[in-house]
């Protein structure tokens, strides 16, 4: 849908509400598909699967209710800085460029000879730095900063591509090289009147041939527009931001290197941190989610399965515990899925609530290596690594 469209679709809907009332304008709008369209994005954003934050698109936790270990590509999380580029594979190519490349001269590889690399597929979660970020203000009373999501910024997706390293090793990237920078095609940042360039993020060597894939397929299908087409780095267990989508070029490097994306954001800042911030985040942390609308409404004397969803980067799952009185008692939930790292898993616990009126159902991660949900989060001003406990309310009727 194109802006112009939007807005002809609003002002259609405004001059309707003005004939009607107030209060029915109100209801057309906050019903209006031109209200939740997020611009930018190219995918449809069906309401009862996601939630518009500004450029962004946010899977409602209820959607996740019934799909598999996969996020389906149309019900994956969408976190744009600026807009999706509608790119085209027969365009695109990356160059491999800097001081940390043999004789330092570029390399450059279309999208014909990515493919025709020897190819690997994992299984990863991508999850946003910021994920559950809205709960450090409505359950520590800590205003943050950022896109206030709930616990949607996450999805698991099968992705097919090339490991960086054999990129790098064709690049003829030097023993002298110790970080890489991996830059999106997508516009420039401008935040606060301030241009902060192209996304971009550094890896340091040693993650960077690890793990990280160059990836031109998600779920066995190319990938979408909104999520990196043609080709996105995937970073395991690392915060989203890492996962550079429409991915142009690769800087590699022999000595450090830094970016707004490694200074200015995405380190904790913050009473009880250094003043120019903790080093910058590389891994993420744990959670677990009720795939139920928050409100939810559930009739008494019927038996519920509360099913949800856990993860830890760390680690497997190890155990999930749930309280359906408000963290008074707990259960173990039952683990419909052997955990493995970068994934997650689902869980289930049933429940036959009695007494009406609302109440709060808590799920607690603990994962292999010895990480459990906390109760509070520690602070940070732009509320990263969102950890404890959350608080869902319902209400039996
Ligand atoms: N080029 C580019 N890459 C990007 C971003 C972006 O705005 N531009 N957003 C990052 C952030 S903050 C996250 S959380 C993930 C989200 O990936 P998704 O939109 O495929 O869910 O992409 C990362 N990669
Ligand atoms: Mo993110």
Request: aromatic share 8%; hydrophobic share 40%; with cysteine.
């Amino acid at each position: 849908m194109s802006p112009a469209v939007d807005r002809r679709d609003l002002l259609k809907l405004l001059a309707a509400g003005s004939l009607a009332g107030p209060a029915v304008a109100a209801a057309q709008l906050a019903a209006a598909p031109a209200a939740r369209a997020a611009p930018g994005i190219v995918k449809p954003l069906p309401p009862e699967v996601f939630t518009v934050r500004g450029t962004n698109a946010e899977t409602r936790t209820d959607a996740f209710r019934g799909t598999g270990l996969l996020t389906p590509a149309d019900r994956f999380f969408v976190r744009n800085h600026t807009a999706t580029p509608r790119l085209s594979e027969r365009d695109w190519k990356l160059t491999v460029w800097g001081s940390g490349l043999r004789g330092r001269r570029a390399v450059e590889f279309d999208y014909a000879r990515l493919r025709s690399l020897p190819s690997v597929t994992r299984t990863a979660v991508v999850e946003c730095a910021g994920n559950g970020r809205s709960y450090f203000a409505s359950q520590q009373g800590e205003p943050v900063s950022g896109t206030p999501w709930t616990l949607g910024a996450i999805g698991a997706a099968r992705w097919r591509g090339v490991r960086l390293r054999d990129v790098l090793e064709r690049a003829g990237a030097s023993p002298s090289a110790v970080a890489v920078m991996p830059r999106g095609l997508d516009d420039e940042f401008v935040t606060d009147g301030v241009n902060l360039g192209r996304v971009r993020r550094p890896l340091p060597l040693a993650k960077a041939v690890d793990d990280v894939i160059l990836a031109y397929e998600m779920n066995g299908e190319p990938l979408p527009y909104d999520h990196g087409f043609p080709v996105r780095v995937v970073v395991p267990s690392w915060i989203g931001i890492a996962s550079v989508k429409w991915v142009g070029d690769i800087e590699v490097s022999e000595t450090p290197l830094d970016s707004p994306w490694t200074t200015r954001f995405y380190r904790l800042f913050g009473a009880g941190h250094p003043p120019e911030g903790s080093a910058p985040l590389t891994r993420q942390t744990l959670k677990s989610a009720f795939e139920l609308a928050p409100g939810a409404q559930l009739p008494a004397g019927r038996e519920h399965l509360l099913t949800g969803r856990a993860w830890s980067a760390a680690a497997p799952v190890r155990q999930v515990e749930v309280s359906v009185d408000g963290g008074a008692h707990w259960q173990t939930a039952r683990l419909c899925d052997v955990p493995r790292r970068d994934g997650w898993v689902r869980w289930a616990v049933p429940w036959r609530p009695e007494r009406t009126g609302p109440v709060h159902l808590l799920s607690r991660t603990t994962d292999r290596a010895g990480n459990t949900q906390p109760v509070r989060s520690a602070h940070n001003t732009q509320g990263y690594l969102f950890d404890a406990v959350v608080r869902h309310q319902v209400t039996v009727t």
